[in-house]
């Protein structure tokens, strides 16, 4: 059975930091491209970041450009979220994805974790 297990959200100032982990409980892990998404109350989910199986290939939404960074350990089937100078907008239940391709994160047939809440207060 697949598991995505999200950790390290949490309440922080505006200006913090926070890095969120996803461990994959994927067999094929290095196949897998990963995305976070995010979902604020009342707004749809949005991709935040996603990574390529190598690592090779990365995106990110404008919005967090520059101070979010998304990275892949292979040999540890983790994947990271590094957020730096949050914004009180960036406050959202953010998930980890996992799909066979870049352009499929987020389908029907991607994996979901459960979540995890990144508070920040201004």
């Known amino acids: 059975q697949v598991q995505l297990v999200e950790s390290g959200g949490g309440l922080v100032q505006a200006g913090g930091s926070l890095r969120l982990s996803c461990a994959a409980s994927?067999?094929?892990?290095?196949?897998?491209?990963m995305g976070w998404f995010r979902q604020a109350p009342g707004k749809e989910r949005e991709l935040v970041a996603a990574i390529s199986w190598s690592g090779g290939s990365t995106f990110y939404a404008d919005s967090v450009k520059g101070r979010f960074t998304i990275s892949r350990d292979n040999a540890k089937n983790m994947v990271y979220l590094q957020m730096n100078s949050l914004k009180p907008e960036d406050m959202a239940v953010y998930y980890c994805n996992a799909d066979h391709k870049l352009v499929t994160l987020g389908g029907k047939n991607s994996y979901w974790g459960q979540g995890t809440q990144v508070t920040v207060s201004s």
């Open positions: 994927l067999r094929t892990f290095n196949s897998y491209a």
